[in-house]
T-cell receptor, first 115, second 111 residues
Framework: ETGVTQSPTHLIKTRGQQVTLRCSSQ?????VSWYQQALGQGPQFIFQ???????GRGNFPPRFSGLQFPNYSSELNVNALELDDSALYLC??????????????FGPGTRLTVT | QQQVKQSPQSLIVQKGGISIINCAYE??????FPWYQQFPGKGPALLIA?????SEKKEGRFTISFNKSAKQFSLHIMDSQPGDSATYFC??????????FGPGTRLSVLP
């Protein structure tokens, strides 16, 4: 186990609704990254938060937004859900601030189904 | 330039054999190349990683070979076991940001 936890485990939402996913990072880690993994594909980078600031973003629309809190836990918010948003959402934590130290540890993910 | 290509898509190996998975990248700014192992219903687990200043890294049965000039890197699993059956992803990043993952290789190790 990596020490990264995510909630909820599974979630079913209707198209057009909004969803919030949560992540608690591994103890001592100050950076959280979020990924979307569609069935049978590799994870796609959504964005990264470092010390409560967005520190990089992938090719995802603005309706995907996030937050990082002072305790380094994080939220992923998705507005106006679309059917294609159905996927496994993964959170990964790491300790940044030291050049060359980029090991990311993933949580178990949240399975989101949009109907 | 952000894409990471991975092959083969699937691989079947006999117990005790060597499993080899290959990846290629385009962006020469990448400076960190990890491999992840993922079991069904689980998040990816970091297996081994390498930086471009070395050509090989070995940890137990797992070895990464890195060819900077060819922009390729590979994972070798020696003495493959049925418990190694999983999906393997290569990835690349620069300065710990914007990790780019390959599409994955589904490995099956036959008993």
């Amino acid at each position: 186990e990596t020490g990264v936890t995510q909630s909820p485990t599974h979630l079913i939402k209707t198209r057009g609704q909004q969803v919030t996913l949560r992540c608690s990072s591994q103890s001592g880690h100050n950076t959280v990254s979020w990924y979307q993994q569609a069935l049978g594909q590799g994870p796609q980078f959504i964005f990264q938060y470092y010390r409560e600031e967005e520190n990089g973003r992938g090719n995802f629309p603005p309706r995907f937004s996030g937050l990082q809190f002072p305790n380094y836990s994080s939220e992923l918010n998705v507005n106006a859900l679309e059917l294609d948003d159905s996927a496994l959402y993964l959170c990964a934590s790491s300790l940044e601030g030291q050049r060359g130290y980029h090991e990311q540890y993933f949580g178990p993910g949240t399975r989101l189904t949009v109907t | 330039q952000q894409q990471v290509k991975q092959s083969p898509q699937s691989l079947i190996v006999q117990k005790g054999g060597i499993s080899i998975i290959n990846c290629a990248y385009e962006n020469t700014a990448f400076d960190y190349f990890p491999w992840y192992q993922q079991f069904p219903g689980k998040g990816p687990a970091l297996l081994i990683a390498i930086r471009p200043d070395v050509s090989e890294k070995k940890e137990g049965r797992f070895t990464i070979s890195f060819n900077k000039s060819a922009k390729q890197f590979s994972l070798h699993i020696m003495d493959s076991q049925p418990g190694d059956s999983a999906t393997y992803f290569c990835a690349a990043s620069y300065y710990g940001q914007n990790f780019v993952f390959g599409p994955g290789t589904r490995l099956s190790v036959l008993p």
